[in-house]
């Protein structure tokens, strides 16, 4: 009996095909992992984030984390200071009041942010020592800024005379990130943007405008 000369073709395989991921070095590589470290502290906090859950984020081996960061700590601290956005230049519209409005809005959108919700995670997790691991960071890119921010606000209103000078202390330029930064770690929950403004209406325009 002859047999055909056709053979039915190989069943294609169902598998996805791998997706190679390209080789990365130095620091490129550095920023991925940075982002994925931000990234699992923003969805699954401190608590839940892993040295092996950041190196399967930025697509890498663990070896590739442990010798940049030999702790969870110092890879925490590194992403949160590279990954918070910096404040823009303090606004200058004529108005202290709208100035420190724009100023406080930035300040709760930067909060709010992918950096910001990790800043969060940890201030809402950490307590003791570990928490004072990242107050150097929380100091320096967050409540410094907006301090410095708030203080060039006020001086352009003592120039505009909607401002006495003897108001512009560190008392004074403290109260709105403290308090903002008071509301995220004790209650964790969210400024909206009409008590921003009834926040300095009702706080820092009586407690700064010229005597008399």
């Known amino acids: 009996m002859a047999t055909s000369r056709w053979t039915a073709a190989p069943a294609q395989s169902t598998v996805p095909a791998q997706v190679a991921v390209p080789r990365r070095r130095g620091a490129v590589l550095e920023r991925a992992i940075l982002d994925a470290a931000l990234e699992q502290l923003s969805t699954v906090g401190w608590n839940g984030l892993t040295m092996e859950g950041v190196a399967a984020g930025a697509q890498t081996g663990k070896a590739a984390v442990y010798r940049r960061w030999p702790s969870k700590e110092d890879l925490v601290a590194d992403a949160l200071e590279a990954g918070m956005p910096p404040l823009s230049q303090?606004?200058?519209?004529?108005?202290?009041?709208?100035?420190?409005?724009?100023?406080?809005?930035?300040?709760?959108?930067?909060?709010?942010?992918?950096?910001?919700?990790?800043?969060?995670?940890?201030?809402?997790?950490?307590?003791?020592?570990?928490?004072?691991?990242?107050?150097?960071?929380?100091?320096?890119?967050?409540m410094q800024p907006a301090i410095e921010a708030i203080r060039e606000v006020l001086c352009q209103g003592v120039r505009r005379g909607e401002v006495r000078s003897a108001a512009v202390n560190d008392h004074v330029c403290e109260v709105i990130p403290a308090m903002m930064m008071y509301r995220a770690k004790v209650y964790g929950s969210e400024w909206m943007p009409a008590e921003i403004a009834r926040m300095i209406d009702d706080l820092i325009v009586p407690l700064t405008r010229p005597q008399g």
């Open 90 to 142: 303090p606004p200058d519209t004529g108005s202290v009041r709208e100035d420190l409005l724009t100023l406080c809005l930035a300040m709760r959108d930067a909060m709010y942010s992918r950096p910001g919700f990790a800043l969060r995670a940890v201030l809402h997790e950490c307590d003791g020592s570990l928490a004072e691991r990242f107050q150097s960071v929380i100091f320096g890119r967050v």
